[in-house]
């Protein structure tokens, strides 16, 4: 037997005497062999033991899997379903930009193009229309020859270069093949005529890279015999899926536009924008014919002030189509070349040139970016055309699609404050400001309420808000 005095260690056992005594000191006595000897599990007990404890995890790991496989069941059928999404080409993907006269575009011609082209990515620019570019005399059908490039704007291999690398930016080209440009009668007089010829440059141009083929007028090519065959040409193959062709009428009603759609079956129908106050035409417009089928082009004389008029064209359904200079708001006679002075500061003495230069850029900047929007928000490619407002000098519409965000413009091109009291039901209390003409009473980023949305004269704001089921 062993003795120990606890609270210390390694001390030696010791009689319990008056002396050695200590406050808190136990003497106890251990057996210094007891005999007793330790046995551990079996393996066969251990085998026992642990093939239980697994079956007991595995048990309780398929009951977790299963419950999170029902809950995720459960929720997959409770979630609403996902809207299809319309097929989308990339003519419906954003802004196209035509360029009519390539000398007025740049000096250069078709090399001033080329040298562009980083410009036309800067401003979101989807697509390009270029030319006419053919060579021919006014009034003279005979001297029309639509597969040549006239030497006032460069040479066949100009073009080669400009298309090619158009392609590595990602910006297709359609040629405008208006066979008169230089005079009243593009078709000469003699559509018929001109029809077979069109053929012919359609197959050609297409062969060389173009992305598709533009032509004006299409009331009265579409009723020629050689109609079908161009059509023909841009049948939807693994050939041809990326190429369009594209027309464009003036003038026409709703109805009259939805007819020319119907019969001649081009992959984009090009419009003059309609009167804003006339919500009830834009509404059956869109209604009668998917979005991705019709474009607007602008109007150097727009009714609005530029930049309402920019947001309109931006925010409405369809393809915007912009002149080369309107994303600066260049007016009527006012050349391109314009543009590109914007890059150099003007003299500080010469107030009215410097205000206008500023302006000018301001136009730019929203242009930019409303086409960013347009090119990257669903409720603006696609989305549903709402009508909430209308009046002789104001209009409110509303833009969505699904579960995406929601898009609301608003603008008044009159002289006079307007207040609109705004109705729907997926609108709610207030909404962001996502851009403005306005800054000082609807800055961006802030939150304006929906009920009575006021707005000065000559202003328009874009609005948007999320989805909320």
């Not at 519409?397 to 413009?409: A, E, G, H, N, Y």
Request: aromatic share 6%; proline share 5%.
């Amino acid at each position: 037997m062993k003795d120990i005095e606890l609270n210390e260690v390694g001390q030696e056992t010791q009689l319990m005497t008056r002396e050695t005594q200590k406050n808190g000191c136990v003497k106890v006595t251990v057996p210094e062999n007891a005999g007793v000897k330790y046995t551990g599990l079996s393996k066969d007990e251990l085998m026992k033991i642990t093939s239980t404890t697994r079956r007991a995890l595995l048990a309780l790991f398929l009951l977790g899997w299963a419950g999170m496989l029902a809950g995720a069941i459960v929720i997959i059928v409770q979630a609403p379903r996902c809207k299809p999404i319309p097929e989308m080409n990339w003519w419906n993907e954003g802004p196209l930009y035509q360029i009519s006269d390539v000398n007025q575009f740049s000096e250069k011609g078709l090399k001033g193009v080329e040298e562009k082209l980083d410009y036309l990515t800067q401003m979101k620019v989807k697509g390009l229309i270029l030319g006419p570019i053919h060579t021919v005399q006014a009034d003279q059908l005979d001297t029309l020859d639509l597969v040549s490039v006239k030497s006032a704007v460069g040479t066949e291999n100009d073009l080669k270069s400009l298309l090619d690398q158009a392609h590595k930016k990602g910006i297709p080209v359609v040629l405008n093949l208006t066979p008169s440009y230089d005079t009243a009668s593009v078709w000469f007089n003699n559509v018929t005529a001109v029809a077979e010829k069109i053929k012919d440059a359609c197959t050609h141009w297409l062969k060389k890279g173009f992305g598709g083929i533009f032509l004006p007028d299409l009331r009265d090519i579409m009723t020629t015999k050689s109609w079908p065959s161009i059509q023909a040409i841009f049948n939807k193959t693994e050939e041809t899926k990326q190429v369009a062709l594209m027309g464009s009428v003036t003038s026409l009603s709703a109805d009259e536009v939805s007819l020319v759609l119907n019969r001649s079956g081009v992959d984009l129908l090009l419009t003059g924008l309609p009167d804003p106050a006339e919500t009830g035409v834009i509404k059956k417009l869109y209604s009668s014919h998917p979005q991705t089928s019709l474009g607007s082009l602008a109007s150097r004389t727009p009714a609005a002030p530029i930049r309402l008029y920019q947001m309109l064209l931006f925010t409405l359904p369809g393809t915007p189509v912009f002149s080369a200079g309107d994303e600066v708001g260049l007016k009527a006679g006012e050349k391109p070349q314009i543009m590109w002075d914007l890059e150099n500061p003007a003299e500080e003495k010469n107030a009215t040139a410097k205000t206008l230069q500023e302006e000018r850029i301001a136009v730019r900047n929203v242009f930019k970016a409303l086409s960013d929007l347009r090119g990257k928000e669903r409720s603006l490619l696609h989305g549903e055309y709402v009508s909430l407002h209308s009046s002789a000098t104001s209009l409110a519409f509303l833009r969505l699609w699904d579960q995406s965000s929601r898009f609301l413009t608003a603008m008044n091109w009159g002289n006079d404050p307007v207040t609109m009291i705004l109705s729907d039901s997926d609108l709610p209390a207030q909404a962001q400001v996502r851009l403005t003409t306005d800054a000082a009473n609807l800055a961006v980023d802030s939150m304006v309420s929906l009920e009575k949305l006021q707005l000065g004269p000559k202003q328009a704001v874009l609005l948007s808000y999320p989805y909320a089921g």
